[in-house]
């Protein structure tokens, strides 16, 4: 009976680690570093010259330019998106 509490122990650890293990993976994973690294890689193919209406939530900004944008993407791990109905209300 001895042996029998002690397996339960352990294989109860085993259960614990793995669900710690998995917390950690999706806390790691969900860090703005992964979300954003296209965007971080996408700086180089930009253009500096198109300037940008975008919304993040409900949050709206005027970029001056794609790669202000995409730099902003890469530095906040904020998603910008095109404002195709441009509520940035710049002339």
């Not at 650890?13 to 998995?22: A, D, Q």
């Not at 971080?40 to 193919?45: H, R």
Request: contains cysteine; proline residues 2%.
């Amino acid at each position: 009976m001895h042996k029998v509490r002690r397996f339960s122990t352990i294989s109860m650890l085993l259960v614990l680690l793995l669900v710690l293990c998995v917390l950690c993976f999706l806390c790691v994973r969900s860090l703005p570093l992964f979300e954003s690294a296209s965007a971080c890689s996408a700086i180089d193919e930009c253009d500096l010259f198109e300037p940008i209406c975008a919304a993040y939530n409900n949050e709206h900004q005027f970029f001056y330019s794609h790669c202000d944008m995409l730099r902003e993407i890469c530095l906040t791990g904020k998603e910008w998106q095109y404002d195709y109905f441009s509520h940035c209300n710049v002339s």
